[in-house]
């Protein structure tokens, strides 16, 4: 089984996974679809690895934020992009979303992606969200 022992190299296995998801993100257009499918699975693979080896690394408390943050930040996050899906002020920031994502080859259905893009990011917000309040208040 494949281990990362240093710092140092989780680290460095973090940095490549973030740097192909850059490439991913910036130059989508210009990738042929197997190739950034292959790039995707790469970043998919070190995440999976980074995130065993940090998980193995942190103290009970930070594994205990870490879990209380995914769920409430996650759900709050969640019911926060419902809310504001019905609000008719944030139509142009759906809509540009929609646009970002039809401008990727490959895509069929562009509402449906940008929708589950919506959904993931207010996740990830709110997650952040919630991390930094609940570092902020065991301090």
Do not use: C, H
Request: glycine share 10%; hydrophobic share 60%; no cysteine.
């Amino acid at each position: 089984m494949f281990t990362i022992q240093t710092r140092k190299t989780r680290r460095l296995v973090g940095l490549a996974s973030l740097a192909l998801a850059l490439t991913i993100f910036i130059g989508r257009s210009y990738i042929p679809t197997p190739f950034a499918w292959a790039i995707v699975l790469t970043v998919l693979a070190l995440g999976a690895v980074w995130t065993r080896a940090y998980w193995r690394d942190i103290g009970e408390v930070a594994r205990d934020g870490q879990k209380t943050a995914w769920l409430w930040g996650g759900v709050l996050g969640l019911g926060t992009a419902f809310f504001l899906m019905a609000i008719p002020a944030a139509y142009p920031l759906i809509g540009a979303i929609i646009d970002w994502v039809d401008t990727s080859p490959g895509v069929v259905n562009a509402s449906f992606v940008a929708g589950v893009l919506w959904a993931f990011a207010a996740q990830m917000i709110g997650f952040a969200l919630y991390w930094a309040y609940w570092w902020i208040a065991k301090r």
